[in-house]
């Protein structure tokens, strides 16, 4: 078993160029802070990583396994031609919440409606990146672009807070086929916040996973169950 250390000042120093114009639009801070980089690593991984790399998974701190890890590599196989990032779905209202206006500009949208039907967003607490697919996107890393980032973040009436999450929740509104959907199961999120927060009529719809649960995600501080 290899282990590389990186250090995240020279990662932020590459990073800072190519996601710096995005920054603006999904970070919580006001304006860009160089520092906000690192929370949008996930986004140009395959533009700082050596090209020997051709796979990564990327998870938050806050979740437990309940399973082999392995298994979860094996998603990559799964991906449909043109996808290049594998990511589970939102189970909070969130985006609900932040496409608003454009909900209301466009009342039979799907943007921000629950599943199976609905396109609730994207939650990045579980990332499997295919960097030689991301590498290879031309859509991909057109999207990366600032003129296209401002293009979408105005059609959408977007700000958000959430780093990456956002720009993938984004993106995906416009480009699903970039994205292949992990089961709920590989990104059980437990936080509730946003069912005491003007959501508790539709919240369940959002919240429900059925399957055995094989990664746990305890965000927003939320207690993760004991075996």
Not at 169 to 176: A, F, I, Q
Request: a negative charge.
């Amino acid at each position: 078993c290899q282990v590389i250390v990186h250090d995240v000042n020279e990662l932020t120093e590459k990073l800072f160029p190519i996601v710096e114009a995005m920054q603006k639009h999904f970070s919580a801070g006001l304006g860009t802070y160089y520092s906000d980089s690192i929370f949008f690593l996930s986004v140009a991984m395959h533009r700082i990583m050596p090209k020997e790399i051709t796979r990564i998974i990327q998870v938050d701190l806050d979740l437990k396994y309940k399973t082999n890890i392995q298994d979860l590599f094996d998603e990559f196989d799964n991906f449909p031609e043109g996808a290049v990032i594998g990511i589970a779905r939102e189970m909070q209202p969130v985006y609900r919440h932040t496409f608003w206006q454009y909900r209301r500009e466009n009342p039979q949208t799907k943007v921000g409606e629950p599943p199976p039907d609905g396109l609730p967003g994207f939650n990045s607490g579980v990332l499997l990146l295919n960097l030689e697919a991301m590498r290879q996107s031309k859509l991909y890393n057109q999207l990366l672009e600032p003129t296209m980032v401002q293009k979408l973040t105005e059609k959408y009436h977007f700000k958000g807070h959430l780093g990456d999450q956002d720009f993938f929740t984004m993106v995906g509104m416009e480009h699903p086929e970039l994205f292949h959907v992990l089961d709920c199961t590989w990104n059980r999120q437990l936080c509730t916040w946003w069912r005491d927060h003007g959501y508790s009529d539709v919240f369940d719809q959002y919240f429900q996973c059925e399957g055995e649960v094989k990664i746990y995600h305890g965000n927003c501080n939320t207690p993760i169950p004991e075996d």
